[in-house]
């Protein structure tokens, strides 16, 4: 374990130390998916951060305002430093990283940024340390709101341990909404024992279903892909040496609610309303690629879909009818993403 997380480490550090350049394009996140008050935001910072910073997604969920946010694998920091913007002088954001170099990067520019945005004080904080392990850090148990996370999980080798610490550290109620690789069948053990294929996020990746199985066992009965896009590897040696393997970049929303997230969605005749007032999300909230709530149009919703709009951060912004006093067994389609059904790009914050 500490010899593939070094071999990672020093993979960054050579990156970070050339221009930020990597082989292949899996972690050059493009801002064509973005949001325009996230771009402008992005504008912002530092081309030090940006330049050397890896990602395959936008991990930044909406109706951040006043939360205490945790990024796993901050890197130089660019994500921790968006959402400083957009949980606002009351929030707090949490970066957290293995790689000392990319660590510098990022806290050098604290003051900077706080400036930036208006801010007294600067609101956020970076930590250097091991993801699988935030209790040496100092991360309280149910003591972050948001936990967020770009392209980094793919590269511990103790992915189960990561899980069980985000559940331990969310507040019942959070969120952990992070954008990673995945493939499409086990990664053999040529590929993922290979650093640089590790350092390239292609190793490390996680088997779709063996994901789901693996988060089922850590707590989370229910996660919902917000986007999934083919992963573009662009390097033909790279792509030789995974063949067949294919890999995609998938956004994630896992929310904790033990107790009241079941296996599958039941159907308890409940009805969601959205309210149209989470900030730069007024004509309409996607709890997921295929649930898209328009401002005031009621919406039959299963169980677990209810919750998590009602028991969140979310739950101000919404108005429900019914409670789960009646059963009413499965609810048909609800479990069917746009991704499985279309292939390709279903959207959300994917690459």
Not at 157 to 166: A, H
Not at 265 to 292: M, N, S, W
Not at 316 to 327: E, L
Request: hydrophobic share 30%; charged share 25%; with cysteine.
């Amino acid at each position: 374990m500490s010899d593939v997380r070094k071999q990672v480490s020093e993979y960054y550090s050579d990156a970070t130390a050339h221009g930020g350049r990597m082989r292949t394009s899996i972690c050059c996140c493009t801002t064509d998916s973005m949001p325009g008050y996230i771009k402008d935001t992005l504008g912002q910072i530092d081309p030090e951060i940006t330049d050397r910073f890896y990602g395959c997604g936008s991990p930044l969920p909406p109706a951040l305002e006043g939360c205490t946010v945790l990024d796993l694998g901050c890197g130089t920091g660019r994500d921790v430093y968006i959402a400083s913007k957009l949980v606002g002088p009351e929030g707090r954001v949490i970066g957290v990283d293995m790689n000392e170099d990319q660590i510098a990067i990022a806290a050098k520019h604290r003051d900077e940024m706080a400036v930036k945005f208006g801010y007294a004080t600067s609101n956020v904080e970076f930590r250097q340390g091991f993801i699988e392990d935030l209790s040496a850090v100092g991360i309280g148990d149910e003591s972050i709101d948001v936990i967020i996370s770009n392209c980094v999980v793919n590269l511990s080798p103790l992915k189960e341990q990561v899980f069980r610490e985000v559940w331990r550290v969310l507040k019942t109620g959070g969120e952990f909404y992070f954008s990673d690789v995945f493939s499409d069948r086990r990664v053999p053990k040529e590929v993922a024992s290979n650093p640089m294929l590790r350092g390239e996020c292609l190793g490390g990746a996680l088997y779709v279903e063996d994901f789901r199985r693996l988060m089922r066992t850590c707590g989370w009965e229910d996660l919902r892909y917000m986007g999934t896009c083919p992963a573009v590897i662009g390097d033909p040696e790279i792509e030789d040496l995974v063949e067949p393997i294919g890999f995609s970049s998938r956004t994630v929303r896992a929310v904790k609610l033990p107790g009241l997230i079941e296996d599958i969605c039941e159907q308890y005749g409940q009805i969601a309303v959205y309210k149209g007032t989470i900030p730069h999300h007024e004509k309409h909230f996607d709890l997921d690629d295929h649930h898209r709530f328009l401002t005031g149009m009621p919406m039959s919703v299963c169980g677990n879909s209810c919750a998590m709009v009602q028991d969140t951060r979310f739950g101000k912004h919404f108005t429900v009818y019914g409670d789960r006093s009646v059963h009413y067994g499965p609810f048909d389609g609800c479990g069917t993403s746009r991704a499985q059904d279309e292939g390709g790009c279903s959207g959300g914050g994917c690459c």
